[in-house]
């Protein structure tokens, strides 16, 4: 996928080689390896903390598959061996009650209200309801079909061959597709700015969601 590719070459450009990038594989040490990371530690985040032990490992985890990829190919040992991924503690989540929601949905802007109707009783990926197209809507059997997904501002495959599914409408998407349908019916998009083109996620949520 374009958007992988883009992460890769940034994580790439950005970490790795301006560290590794002059150095043999075979040179590289688990010294070496330790110290960069340990480093990464220290570098600011988003908001100016530090890089979360995700991230971080995000970032090794190129590191590794180029060093095992060339020490199986050049026959050595490979010195990301036994280097455990920092351990990421688990996060609660606390979804909104089914109340909450209600109260949300009662005082969205009314544009928005089908769109968060869907958002919340599907469990669509961002990406995916972006990516939503009419011919992917089959009001006669009630079903979403998710095949395609908008990443980076064109059409993509989804995230994976399991995120390719079929999701039965609840009464609460139906009507809210019913009603989304009046709007951009004629467009390709179903929620759609008035140029036909996707809504772009930040967007939304700077001028929908926020001040909601």
């Not at 109340?99 to 961002?126: A, C, H, K, M, N």
């Not at 083109?197 to 001028?207: G, Q």
Request: proline residues 4%; aromatic residues 10%.
């Amino acid at each position: 996928r374009d958007s992988h590719s883009k992460t890769v070459r940034s994580t790439l450009e950005k970490h790795l080689l301006p560290v590794f990038g002059k150095k043999e594989v075979s040179a590289i040490t688990k010294a070496d390896i330790l110290a960069f990371r340990s480093a990464l530690g220290k570098v600011p985040g988003q908001k100016g903390q530090s890089l979360s032990a995700t991230r971080i490992n995000h970032i090794m985890t190129p590191l590794r598959m180029i060093l095992n990829e060339a020490a199986d190919r050049f026959e050595f040992t490979s010195p990301y061996l036994a280097i455990k991924s920092l351990k990421v503690q688990k996060t609660d989540v606390e979804p909104f009650t089914l109340q909450e929601v209600i109260q949300i949905l009662d005082t969205v802007r009314s544009d928005f209200r089908p769109y968060y109707t869907v958002r919340f009783f599907t469990g669509l990926r961002t990406a995916e309801v972006d990516g939503l197209q009419w011919k992917y809507v089959d009001f006669e059997r009630r079903q979403i079909l998710i095949r395609e997904t908008w990443v980076g501002g064109k059409l993509d495959y989804t995230k994976n061959d399991g995120s390719q599914r079929e999701i039965d409408m609840s009464e609460p998407v139906f009507e809210a597709l019913q009603e989304q349908k009046k709007r951009t019916g004629n467009s390709q998009f179903v929620f759609c700015t008035r140029e036909g083109t996707p809504h772009e996620y930040r967007n939304i949520s700077k001028r929908v969601w926020a001040p909601l």
